[in-house]
């Protein structure tokens, strides 16, 4: 049975950091390139930064780029997301995707995980 589970999320004060963890499970995550999503109330879902499978090469929303980085260790099967000097318009539940192709476009997207709530509060 092919898994998805993130885990991290939480709530963080402005200017904080988490790391958020995708565990992969009955499937091999070195296959799939692997993105992060986001949905916040009342928004689409959105892309956030995604990482190849063979080469290791990133992308990132801007709205992320210089606060984000995402990596993956293939050898515990687990990406993950470090999200720094966060902010309130970064709340939402966000949501770790296996794709065959390299994308932060939502239909692309193969597998779903279930999602990790991130609240940026004072």
């Known amino acids: 049975q092919v898994q998805l589970v993130e885990s991290g999320g939480g709530l963080v004060q402005p200017g904080g950091s988490l790391r958020l963890s995708c565990a992969a499970s009955?499937?091999?995550?070195?296959?799939?390139?692997i993105g992060w999503f986001r949905q916040a109330p009342g928004k689409e879902r959105e892309g956030v930064s995604c990482i190849s499978s063979s080469d290791g090469s990133t992308y990132y929303a801007d709205s992320v780029k210089g606060r984000f980085t995402i990596s993956r260790d293939n050898a515990k099967n687990t990406v993950y997301l470090q999200m720094n000097s966060l902010k309130p318009e970064d709340t939402a539940v966000y949501y770790c995707?296996?794709?065959?192709?390299?994308?932060?476009?939502?239909?692309?997207?193969?597998?779903w995980g279930k999602g990790t709530l991130v609240t940026v509060s004072s």
């Open positions: 009955g499937f091999a995550l070195d296959y799939y390139a």
């Open positions: 995707a296996a794709e065959l192709i390299m994308s932060l476009i939502a239909r692309d997207v193969d597998y």
